[in-house]
């Protein structure tokens, strides 16, 4: 019985509000500089990794409940360019994990197609995802809303974000993250748009500002990343992916502004003034919204999740891909 207990996992967030408030008038931290992570969101482990019931709970600095999806600010404090990301998916790593949005609180589970768990393929010369990967909170890319850029709506999720630093993060973590540009990825019909950014507490964070920064600092990048959408659905059997305006990486600016359309998508949705199909919208700290609940139906719902020590085997992990370009 005790190893079907839920295991404790650290995640790392940035305060907001208040607290960031009150950190500030302490002396390091308001010097310039590399801000320091403290611990202000934890996950927790359901069910076993590699499994088609393993949840990661999200949890806040006081130790409720939360939705990664609907809970986390979309931005830390009113910073213009500095954004919460949830990593889903760390560097190197194949398992396409990514936020249940339509399960109550919304935890990071492996995606299942066919009844079988989800992995990225490695095509040589990527292993695996190339860039820590995860998604901005609070936005959504409405599957009801034509974008005029790309002529497609909205791929039902909340935006995706690609982080380029030097550092590889565990799954759940909760970092800050300075916005660099943006790919617009069709993907079977439906935009899907791809951040561009970097951990504002990476090494290279204070000379990398906008998208032409990347390719100055780190060349072959944004290259590399346009070969690995196109190409990561071929050992599936599927064509090459497409893009909107011939693959070109917009800039910063273009960035920000699919931000926040996105966030304004998400406000709708947890207002309940538009159509939001299967999308949970159980959260635990929007004020107004209907889908608001208590901390404790918050701990009840998690409390329902059935467990099991199962585990499937991830062999395709180990295969390698030669595609002939």
């Known amino acids: 019985?005790?190893?079907?207990?839920?295991?404790?996992?650290?995640?790392?967030?940035?305060?907001?509000?208040?607290?960031?408030a009150a950190l500030r008038l302490q002396g390091p931290c308001s010097r310039p500089g590399p801000r320091r992570a403290m611990a202000v969101y934890r996950t927790e482990e359901?069910?076993?990794?590699?499994?088609?019931?393993y949840r990661l709970f999200f949890k806040n600095v006081a130790g409720h409940y939360i939705s990664p999806f609907h809970d986390i600010p979309l931005n830390v404090d009113s910073t213009e360019n500095l954004f919460n990301m949830v990593v889903e998916v760390p560097r190197w790593t194949n398992a396409k994990m990514e936020i249940a949005t339509k399960e109550p609180l919304n935890p990071i589970k492996q995606d299942v197609k066919?009844?079988?768990?989800?992995?990225?393929?490695?095509?040589?010369?990527?292993?695996?995802?190339?860039?820590?990967?995860?998604a901005l909170p609070q936005t959504w890319e409405d599957p009801h809303q034509k974008d005029k850029g790309t002529d497609c709506c909205g791929d039902n999720d909340p935006i995706d974000v690609c982080e380029i630093g030097s550092k590889i993060f565990s799954r759940g973590e909760v970092i800050h993250v300075k916005i660099l540009g943006i790919l617009a990825l069709i993907d079977e019909g439906e935009t899907d748009w791809k951040l561009i950014a970097i951990n504002?507490?990476?090494?290279?964070?204070?000379k990398i500002h906008d998208i032409d920064d990347v390719k100055k600092y780190k060349p072959g990048?944004?290259?590399?990343?346009?070969?690995?959408?196109?190409?990561?659905?071929?050992?599936?059997?599927?064509?090459?992916?497409?893009?909107?305006?011939?693959?070109?990486?917009?800039?910063?600016?273009?960035?920000?502004?699919?931000?926040?359309?996105?966030h304004e998508c998400w406000k709708a949705l947890l207002m309940k003034k538009c159509d939001r199909g299967t999308i949970n919208c159980t959260n635990v700290q929007i004020r107004d919204s209907p889908f608001r609940c208590t901390e404790e139906e918050a701990r009840s719902l998690v409390e329902l999740v059935p467990t099991s020590l199962h585990k499937e085997s991830n062999e395709e992990e180990q295969v390698w891909h030669f595609l002939d370009k």
């Open 221 to 262: 990048y944004l290259e590399a990343t346009l070969d690995w959408f196109r190409h990561y659905k071929v050992p599936e059997g599927k064509p090459e992916n497409k893009f909107a305006f011939n693959g070109e990486f917009k800039n910063k600016a273009f960035a920000l502004e699919v931000i926040k359309s996105t």
């Open 46 to 53: 359901h069910g076993q990794p590699h499994s088609r019931d």
């Open 200 to 206: 504002v507490n990476d090494p290279e964070a204070s």
């Open 114 to 134: 066919d009844g079988k768990l989800r992995y990225v393929a490695n095509i040589f010369p990527h292993k695996g995802y190339i860039w820590n990967y995860g």
């Open 1 to 20: 019985m005790r190893a079907l207990l839920p295991l404790l996992r650290t995640g790392w967030g940035w305060p907001t509000g208040a607290l960031a």
